[in-house]
């Protein structure tokens, strides 16, 4: 499975929306209904799932789930 594809699965277990509906376009709080606590915890989930170590400065600048998919890219 390539990354976006589990990415988005890791959001549809956040949300009310299935991976295959979920867009680049799609707000976490917005259109997906993301809490905060929701929202953290799933950046937990995705730093061990792709072993990375995700910056609070560059996450707080995250809005969309393309925004979520460049940052994961650089890292």
Not at 3 to 22: C, G, L, M, P, R
Request: no cysteine; proline share 0%; charged share 40%.
């Amino acid at each position: 499975m390539d990354k976006a594809a589990e990415f988005k699965k890791i959001v549809a277990q956040y949300s009310n929306v299935t991976a295959e509906e979920i867009t680049d376009e799609m707000r976490f709080r917005e259109d997906l209904g993301l809490s905060s606590l929701d929202f953290m915890s799933f950046l937990g989930e995705l730093e061990d799932t792709f072993d990375v170590e995700l910056e609070e400065e560059e996450v707080l600048k995250v809005l969309t789930v393309g925004d979520a998919l460049k940052m994961l890219e650089e890292e």
